[in-house]
C-alpha cells in the first residue's frame, strides 16, 4: 500500500492543473491529500479493478484497503499515546511527584508491550506492573469502573494537576477499543480477532484508575 501525499498532488497540480484524479491500485490518500483535491473541486475516482478484485479470502480489495487504513490508524493512535505517557511522567516528575512519575513511566513500558504485540500481530504476554499480578490489576479497580467522574471540582484540590493528567492518559486509552474493533472486527464471525488486545488495555486502565483514585484521597486497594 503506497499512500499519496498532499505535497504529491500539490506537484502535479502545479505542473498542470487538473480537474479529475484517479487513484490507482494499491494505493491510498492522505487525509490531507484528499482535504486537497476537495478544497479544488477535484473529483476523485477510484481505478475499477480497486473495487471489483476479490482476493483468495473472499474480500474485495476495497475491503482490505479499508482494513489496512484502520490498522495504520489504530497503529498512529498507539504511537501518540505511547508518546502521551512519557510526556505525562515527564510533567510530573519536574512538577516534584517522582513517585507517580516512576508509576506512569512503569505503566508506560506496559503499554509498549502492548503496542509491540499488535505490530507483530503475536499473543499479549502477561503485563507486570511493580509487584501486581494480572489478577490483582483487574480486580482491584473492578468498583471503579470505566466511567471515572473527573470534574473541575476535583482538579481544583491539591493534587489536581496530577489528577487531570492521568484522566487524559485513562481517557485516551477508553478511545483506543474503539478503533481496535475498527481495525480487528471479523464481520463474518461477528467478533473481534484482537480482543486480547483490549483486555490488557482495560488491565492498563484499571491501574490509571487506582492511581487517580489514591491522588484524590483513597487507600491502597491491593491486598
Known sequence: MRFITETELRDLYKAEPF??????????????????????GIKLAEAQDCKSKST?????????????????????????LESLFLMVGANLLSG????????VFALGRCFSEVKKTAWEQTSPVNLQFQDWSE????????????????TE?????????AIASLNHLRAT????????????WDKEFNVCSRQDLIEKINLIMNI??????KCLGGQQCKT
Request: proline share 2%; charged share 30%; hydrophobic share 35%.
Open 208 to 213: 490509571l484508575c487506582v492511581m487517580i483514585w
Open 173 to 184: 486509552l477508553r478511545e483506543l477499543e474503539s478503533a481496535v474493533l475498527e481495525a480487528y
Open 135 to 150: 489478577a490483582e490489576m483487574k480486580n482491584c479497580s473492578t468498583y471503579l469502573g470505566k466511567h471515572f467522574d473527573i
Open 96 to 103: 516534584g511527584s517522582t513517585v507517580l512519575a516512576e508509576e
Open 19 to 40: 480537474t479529475a484524479y484517479t487513484l490507482e491500485p494499491r494505493t491510498k490518500l492522505t487525509p490531507e491529500a484528499r482535504q486537497f483535491l476537495v478544497d479544488r
Open 153 to 161: 471540582f476535583h482538579v481544583r484540590t491539591e493534587n489536581g494537576a
Open 56 to 80: 483468495g479470502n473472499g474480500k474485495s480489495g476495497t475491503e482490505q484497503e479499508q482494513e489496512s487504513w484502520n490498522v495504520l490508524r489504530l497503529r498512529c493512535r498507539m504511537e501518540s
